[in-house]
Structures are given as C-alpha cells and as structure tokens.
C-alpha cells in the first residue's frame, strides 16, 4: 500500500517563530488533506490540496503532487497551534503518522 | 454547516456490554466512515460507507458492527469489546472522494 511519511516527528518552537512541516508520500495521489488535532481530539481541517499553494491566515501549504510531497507553513506561531499535524492522502485513506508541535511562550 | 456530530462524546462499557455509537451529517455527503486511534497514533480506517452500502471494511472485527440506516446517519454497535480496544472512535463524511470532515470523536474506554 501507499506510505505516507511525516517529518519532522516532533518540532518545539519559541511563540512567534516559524515553521515547515514535510509530508512526503509513495504513490500518486488524487487528493491531501492537511489536519490539525488539538489537545482535546478534534481534528480540524486546515486545508485540502491536491496540489498547488493555498493560504488562509498564517498557514499556508503548497502540494508539488508530481515530486510526491506537501509542505505545510505555519508563520508566527501561537501556543494554540500546538497539537499534532497529520497529512492524509484522501484517495488511498492513509494518514501520515504526524508531527507533534509544541509552541512555548 | 460542515458539522459531523458523535454521541456520545465519552463511554465507559463492560466486556459483557452492548453499546452503539452514533454519527449525524446534514452536508448531503454521500460517504461515511468510522476510523479508530490509540494514544500517540494517527487515526485508522475501519469502515467506509458510499451511498448507504458499506464498501470498505478494514479486516475489522465481528465485535464492531456498522450500520448506515440513511444518508445522514451512522452507527457503530459494540459487543463483547475487548480492553485493548479502548480507543478514540472517529466519524467522518465527504462527499464522494472529496474533502473529509471529522467529528469530535468518542472516547471508549472498556474495563
């Protein structure tokens, strides 16, 4: 089946830095969901790209499907971006293992 | 509205128990799924609904049984559970192979 790779696993961040998370996968895909899950459950859609740059706030994430690979940026972070992130490839329903963020003030 | 809800939100149960989960869409999506997270681990597939039949089952065990009554609702019966199978429960719908919307989640706990 399909692999999906996150990196880094874990990332620690001052407030206010920013930062790029990698999701790089093993097959060609029809569609990439990006995810954040909050302390409390909740995956929360950030963005659906199957490939090009999209931007909502201080995330934006580009998605080169021909390279095999998404990245998502996160620009002058805030402790409530902590969480995990996972990317998933929505045609194969396999979730990336995730990035574990951490953003101290 | 791109809400999925889950009820409930929490659940304790016994390894004699019976128990259903619940999940309720009003996006007309026409796809429906339940997907299962341990502790640190990222979310699983267990079963995919389209238009009402279920078409992917994830090699799950008898002891889950899904159930799509309409288009807006999914069920998920429990039966004779194990304690490893204590897990954050996930609904999620789409519409076709499109963009995937979660619900809050159950968190099962079974003693």
């Known amino acids: 089946g399909i692999q999906v790779e996150q990196s880094p696993p874990d990332l620690i961040l001052q407030e206010g830095a920013n930062s790029t998370l990698r999701c790089n996968f093993s097959?060609?895909?029809?569609?990439l969901q990006w995810f954040h899950q909050n302390p409390w459950g909740q995956l929360i859609n950030l963005f659906y790209?199957?490939?090009g740059t999209k931007q909502n706030g201080r995330l934006s994430a580009t998605t080169v499907a021909t390279e095999r690979y998404s990245l998502l940026y996160i620009s002058s972070s805030q402790t409530t971006d902590s969480g995990v992130y996972f990317c998933?490839?929505?045609?194969?329903?396999?979730f990336g293992a995730g990035t574990i963020l951490r953003v101290k003030s | 509205d791109t809400e999925v809800t889950q009820t409930p939100k929490h659940l304790v149960m016994g390894m004699t128990n019976k128990k259903s989960l619940k999940c309720e869409q009003h996006m007309g999506h026409r796809a429906m799924y339940w997907y299962k997270q341990k502790a640190k681990k990222p979310p699983e597939l267990m079963f995919v609904?389209?238009?009402?039949?279920?078409?992917i089952n994830e090699s799950v065990p008898s002891r889950f049984s899904p159930e799509c009554p309409n288009s807006s609702l999914l069920n998920l019966h429990l039966h004779a559970l194990q304690p490893e199978d204590s897990a954050l429960y996930l609904c999620?719908?789409?519409?076709?192979?499109?963009?995937?919307?979660f619900g809050s989640g159950t968190q099962l706990s079974v003693l």
């Open positions: 097959d060609s895909v029809n569609n």
């Open positions: 998933a490839v929505r045609n194969k329903l396999v």
């Open positions: 790209i199957p490939s």
């Open positions: 999620a719908s789409s519409q076709d192979a499109g963009e995937l919307f």
């Open positions: 609904y389209s238009y009402e039949k279920l078409s």
